[in-house]
């Protein structure tokens, strides 16, 4: 169905491979470039323990050293299933032992409440009422935010649909493990590999 749309442009650039393949197999003719998205490597990276931990005490007070940190960074809108997250979150700390459940926080950085999304505080209220969950919903610096990212044990995009997912880019630099779901640009990130050959 987007084929007319696609063949009225002179030129497709995609930064998704996914989207470069399905319109180099629905508009052959129609010039078609692939340019990935990238993240600065100089920016995007991991930080000795030393100066994560007084980056903890300014803005995350309440984060201790052994806290197990689950980091969401995304909008707060429904393609984005922050509330799935937040039920995922629940679920996961339900099927802990209680002393290792309590040692669990799930970072959202978002906006808690958006007209365009979920009433998230909410959601936790109802949804998940014994376990951590903090919002971070100021502004950050890349700077700022590659030491959340750090500070995580894990990233979560789980995004019904993603053309490619920045954040979870961005936390792999910082040699932070991610969990996806296999979608759009979300794959890119992932690693595949099919009869021993990178896809």
Same mark, same amino acid.
């Given at each position: 169905?987007?084929?007319?749309?696609?063949?009225?442009?002179?030129?497709?650039?995609?930064?998704?491979?996914?989207?470069?393949?399905?319109?180099?197999?629905?508009? $052959?003719?129609?010039?078609?470039?692939?340019?990935?998205?990238?993240?600065?490597?100089?920016?995007?990276?991991?930080?000795?323990?030393?100066? /994560? @931990?007084?980056?903890?005490?300014?803005?995350?007070?309440?984060?201790?050293?052994?806290?197990?940190?689950?980091?969401?960074?995304?909008?707060?809108?429904?393609?984005?299933?922050?509330?799935?997250?937040?039920?995922?979150?629940?679920?996961?700390?339900?099927? /802990? $032992?209680?002393?290792? @459940?309590?040692?669990?926080?799930?970072?959202?950085?978002?906006?808690?409440?958006?007209?365009?999304?979920?009433?998230? $505080? +909410?959601?936790?209220?109802? /949804?998940?009422?014994?376990?951590?969950?903090?919002?971070?919903?100021?502004?950050?610096?890349?700077? %700022?935010?590659?030491?959340?990212?750090?500070?995580?044990?894990?990233?979560?995009?789980?995004?019904?649909?993603?053309?490619?997912?920045?954040?979870? @880019? +961005?936390?792999?630099?910082?040699?932070? $493990?991610?969990?996806?779901?296999?979608?759009?640009?979300?794959?890119? %990130?992932?690693?595949?590999?099919?009869?021993?050959?990178?896809?």
């Amino acid at each position: 169905y987007n084929k007319s749309t696609w063949n009225s442009n002179d030129q497709f650039v995609s930064i998704s491979k996914v989207t470069h393949d399905i319109v180099s197999n629905v508009c $052959p003719n129609l010039d078609n470039t692939y340019i990935p998205h990238s993240v600065d490597h100089k920016m995007f990276k991991p930080i000795p323990k030393e100066e /994560l @931990a007084e980056f903890s005490e300014q803005y995350f007070p309440t984060l201790e050293e052994d806290r197990f940190v689950v980091f969401w960074n995304n909008r707060n809108i429904r393609r984005k299933l922050p509330a799935d997250v937040i039920m995922g979150y629940k679920t996961f700390c339900d099927n /802990l $032992p209680k002393e290792k @459940a309590e040692k669990c926080v799930l970072v959202m950085h978002t906006q808690p409440v958006d007209k365009n999304g979920t009433d998230l $505080p +909410e959601v936790v209220s109802n /949804l998940c009422p014994d376990y951590d969950v903090i919002f971070s919903h100021n502004k950050l610096e890349d700077k %700022q935010l590659n030491f959340i990212y750090n500070i995580a044990d894990i990233q979560v995009n789980i995004a019904s649909n993603e053309g490619f997912g920045l954040g979870t @880019a +961005e936390a792999v630099m910082a040699g932070t $493990p991610i969990i996806v779901n296999v979608t759009g640009g979300l794959q890119d %990130q992932c690693g595949f590999e099919l009869n021993g050959k990178h896809v």
